[in-house]
């Protein structure tokens, strides 16, 4: 017992190293994320048509998987190498119903992407729409890269993508 306490101690503080660096944005809330996601802070790049305008991912992990702690760091690489914005967030943060109109509709788009069913898990958010399934369990950043930028960049995959994707709605959508 005394190991794993030990051992979470020490992730926590190897996140909060990362977090102090900027090298993620740890949001804690699906409230953060949607500010965060409506203020578009970085646009697709590497080749990436500008029409989709703003990506994102988000990034699910849990503490009582060890391997999803480890893939922050990964996935946080892959986001880099893709130009992307990357939100982190914990699991129980989708796990629980919201009264914002708007996060609960992202928090749905996620559960309906199969976003809860394993951590780690990751979710392209392009425009205010989770796109496709969640890439599920840990990887390594090139395989991430891999995985997530045919969704981003390939032209074959849009109309799939299109039809794939999980509508989120924004605060001003939800509010007309």
């Not at 660096?21 to 203020?39: I, K, M, T, Y």
């Not at 697709?44 to 991912?57: D, E, I, N, Q």
């Not at 976003?115 to 395989?143: C, E, F, I, R, T």
Request: aromatic residues 4%; glycine residues 10%.
């Amino acid at each position: 017992m005394r190991t794993d306490s030990f051992g979470h101690g020490l992730v926590g503080l190897l996140l909060l190293g990362l977090l102090i660096n900027g090298c993620f944005e740890a949001d804690a809330s699906l409230d953060r994320v949607l500010e965060n996601l409506e203020a578009c802070p970085q646009k697709v790049t590497g080749g990436a048509p500008k029409s989709r305008g703003c990506a994102a991912l988000v990034y699910l992990w849990s503490p009582s998987m060890p391997l999803s702690e480890k893939g922050i760091a990964e996935v946080r690489l892959a986001a880099e190498e893709l130009g992307v914005a990357l939100h982190v967030l914990p699991a129980a943060a989708v796990l629980e119903p919201s009264s914002n109109l708007a996060a609960e509709g992202l928090r749905t788009a996620l559960i309906g992407a199969g976003s809860v069913l394993h951590y780690p898990s990751v979710a392209v958010v392009v425009d205010g729409q989770v796109w496709g399934n969640a890439v599920l369990g840990y990887k390594v950043a090139q395989a991430y890269v891999h995985i997530l930028r045919e969704r981003l960049d390939s032209e074959a995959n849009i109309g799939t993508l299109s039809r794939a994707r999980h509508d989120v709605g924004t605060t001003s959508e939800l509010s007309e």
